[in-house]
């Protein structure tokens, strides 16, 4: 067990006991309210076929405005607000990095304005407008697997309206026959060649494309936390808002695919500004794609990551080392000349299709943990398994439910640098009791009407932070969701 630098062990919050109560009985009174609020929405016209469903057979998203199958052109738009709070819990002692232990609330939104072009019709341009604002619990620190993907986690920032997404798209056909394709804000296209290259360059997300799961993958309609939408151990490239400059090669078949990219990573740790200078940074990801699940005759989807990063990175035992000889100050995981170090890691994630509207997934990730968490999170390995439920099981074709237990964890000598005082882009509470931070989450989102969605969220999470002697800590949440 890593030992507490308590700084006066002052306790903050509510007690332990009381705490695990509170959390208990709000987990019970939400999970209560996402049920309740079921028949209360107008019940969706029309019928689905009574059939089990594929992970890309799963109903496509109502919207506002129709949008055409024929046209060149793409413009649609999504906005997505979350309200989240927490109630006091138990905390020993708190840092400069910690989720605070009071009472807190918090409103994020995100607008976006999508559009596309087809040039022919095997090559378009996109090109995305985006406006982000609000702020997460304590400015979205103290959790390795944050309550909220939605939150830019740099408020200084600001709220001006910003290009998300610009990129060029090309599709080279190998193959004659063609399949059918949903059309939407990342292709335009609505069929595809069945096989196929596939190139991108520009600014986008490289979330947009790798380590993708329907079940667990949209903070807009699903699960919230940032560990659970997407494998917390994968850190890669981004700015911190989330986007990139890169080139992206996917080849893609009936049975499997394989998707490479190239891309820019910041010049500081969750920075704004990337280094364009791929001799000094770079980010390297790889990732093969199997089209059929664990069990004979009902899909799914394997998937197996890679990736390796270069960067302006720090040690965590050098950082320890320098404390050790010098214990005067908390140690610096930045305080090093400009040197070329190396994160590299795999993921693991899969979709299967367990019964009529059942589809359970997981991911497991993991990095080497010994160089500084650069651009995601700090979360050096993770697992997680859960289920999604699609409102057909219930006769109500849109509605969507889920639950998923996710447990992080970090390398023996990051946790070492957090119990010395060391602080982390996100994490810093002073001082570390070491335990994995465990997180559960359950979410319902109700279709109301055309594009307009909404539903609540729970989120009960142990060791936040890896910090035994902080929490447990129950976030409520309630998201409005609208498709244009």
Same mark, same amino acid.
């Given at each position: 067990?890593?030992?507490?630098?308590?700084?006066?062990? &002052?306790?903050?919050? /509510?007690?332990?006991?009381?705490?695990?109560?509170?959390?208990?009985? $709000?987990?019970? =009174? +939400?999970?209560? %309210?996402?049920?309740?609020?079921?028949?209360?929405?107008?019940?969706?016209?029309?019928?689905?076929?009574?059939?089990?469903?594929?992970?890309?057979?799963?109903?496509?998203?109502?919207?506002?405005?129709?949008?055409?199958?024929?046209?060149?052109?793409?413009?649609?738009?999504?906005?997505?607000?979350?309200?989240?709070?927490?109630?006091?819990?138990?905390?020993?002692?708190?840092?400069?990095?910690?989720?605070?232990?009071?009472?807190?609330?918090?409103?994020?939104?995100?607008?976006?304005?999508?559009?596309?072009?087809?040039?022919? &019709?095997?090559?378009? /341009?996109?090109?995305?407008?985006?406006?982000?604002?609000?702020?997460? $619990?304590?400015? =979205? +620190?103290?959790? %390795?697997?944050?309550?909220?993907?939605?939150?830019?986690?740099?408020?200084?920032?600001?709220?001006?309206?910003?290009?998300?997404?610009?990129?060029?798209?090309?599709?080279?056909?190998?193959?004659?026959?063609?399949?059918?394709?949903?059309?939407?804000?990342?292709?335009?296209?609505?069929?595809?060649?069945?096989?196929?290259?596939?190139?991108?360059?520009?600014?986008?997300?490289?979330?947009?494309?790798?380590?993708?799961?329907?079940?667990?993958?949209?903070?807009?309609?699903?699960?919230?936390?940032?560990?659970?939408?997407?494998?917390?151990?994968?850190?890669?490239?981004?700015?911190?808002?989330?986007?990139?400059?890169?080139?992206?090669?996917?080849?893609?078949?009936?049975?499997?695919?394989?998707?490479?990219?190239?891309?820019?990573?910041?010049?500081?740790?969750?920075?704004?500004?990337?280094?364009?200078?791929?001799?000094?940074?770079?980010?390297?990801?790889?990732?093969?794609?199997?089209?059929?699940?664990?069990?004979?005759?009902?899909?799914?989807?394997?998937?197996?990551?890679?990736?390796?990063?270069?960067?302006?990175?720090?040690?965590?035992?050098?950082?320890?080392?320098?404390?050790?000889?010098?214990?005067?100050?908390?140690?610096?995981?930045?305080?090093?000349?400009?040197?070329?170090?190396?994160?590299?890691?795999?993921?693991?994630?899969?979709?299967?299709?367990?019964?009529?509207?059942?589809?359970?997934?997981?991911?497991?990730?993991?990095?080497?943990?010994?160089?500084?968490?650069?651009?995601?999170?700090?979360?050096?390995?993770?697992?997680?398994?859960?289920?999604?439920?699609?409102?057909?099981?219930?006769?109500?074709?849109?509605?969507?439910?889920?639950?998923?237990?996710?447990?992080?964890?970090?390398?023996?000598?990051?946790?070492?640098?957090?119990?010395?005082?060391?602080?982390?882009?996100?994490?810093?509470?002073?001082?570390?009791?070491?335990?994995?931070?465990?997180?559960?989450?359950?979410?319902?989102?109700?279709?109301?009407?055309?594009?307009?969605?909404?539903?609540?969220?729970?989120?009960?999470?142990?060791?936040?932070?890896?910090?035994?002697?902080?929490?447990?800590?129950?976030?409520?949440?309630?998201?409005?969701?609208?498709?244009?």
């Amino acid at each position: 067990m890593i030992g507490t630098r308590d700084r006066g062990r &002052k306790v903050h919050g /509510v007690s332990k006991r009381s705490g695990q109560q509170l959390a208990f009985v $709000l987990l019970l =009174a +939400l999970w209560a %309210a996402g049920l309740a609020v079921v028949p209360a929405f107008t019940q969706d016209a029309g019928s689905m076929a009574d059939e089990a469903v594929a992970p890309a057979e799963t109903p496509a998203i109502q919207t506002m405005f129709p949008h055409s199958s024929e046209t060149r052109y793409w413009i649609s738009g999504q906005a997505n607000f979350i309200f989240q709070t927490h109630p006091p819990f138990y905390a020993l002692y708190s840092g400069t990095n910690s989720l605070q232990p009071y009472y807190e609330k918090a409103t994020s939104r995100v607008l976006t304005l999508y559009t596309g072009y087809q040039i022919t &019709k095997s090559i378009e /341009v996109l090109l995305d407008v985006e406006e982000a604002g609000g702020q997460g $619990l304590s400015q =979205a +620190l103290g959790l %390795a697997g944050f309550t909220n993907l939605d939150v830019v986690r740099n408020p200084t920032l600001g709220e001006a309206p910003y290009l998300s997404r610009y990129m060029y798209h090309q599709v080279f056909a190998l193959s004659p026959e063609k399949t059918e394709a949903a059309r939407g804000p990342l292709s335009t296209f609505s069929e595809l060649p069945t096989r196929r290259l596939e190139l991108r360059f520009g600014k986008f997300g490289m979330s947009d494309f790798f380590d993708l799961n329907s079940v667990g993958g949209d903070s807009h309609l699903q699960f919230m936390n940032w560990a659970v939408d997407q494998n917390g151990a994968y850190d890669y490239a981004a700015d911190t808002r989330g986007y990139t400059f890169g080139v992206i090669l996917e080849y893609q078949s009936p049975k499997w695919g394989l998707r490479f990219a190239e891309a820019l990573l910041p010049t500081v740790a969750n920075g704004q500004d990337l280094h364009w200078n791929l001799r000094k940074a770079n980010a390297s990801n790889v990732e093969f794609e199997l089209h059929r699940g664990f069990l004979k005759k009902k899909d799914g989807i394997i998937r197996v990551l890679a990736f390796v990063n270069n960067a302006n990175m720090g040690i965590y035992q050098v950082a320890n080392d320098e404390y050790l000889a010098n214990p005067v100050a908390p140690p610096d995981i930045t305080n090093h000349p400009p040197q070329v170090t190396t994160k590299y890691g795999f993921g693991f994630n899969f979709e299967q299709v367990l019964a009529k509207n059942i589809l359970m997934y997981g991911r497991f990730g993991w990095n080497n943990g010994k160089t500084e968490s650069w651009a995601y999170t700090e979360i050096d390995q993770t697992v997680q398994v859960g289920a999604g439920f699609v409102g057909r099981l219930w006769k109500r074709s849109y509605d969507r439910a889920g639950v998923v237990f996710v447990s992080n964890g970090i390398s023996s000598e990051h946790a070492r640098y957090l119990s010395f005082g060391g602080l982390g882009f996100i994490l810093g509470d002073g001082g570390l009791t070491y335990g994995r931070e465990t997180i559960f989450e359950t979410y319902y989102t109700g279709h109301v009407w055309r594009g307009l969605f909404l539903g609540p969220d729970l989120q009960y999470i142990v060791n936040p932070g890896y910090n035994q002697v902080r929490g447990p800590v129950v976030v409520p949440s309630f998201r409005v969701h609208l498709d244009f």
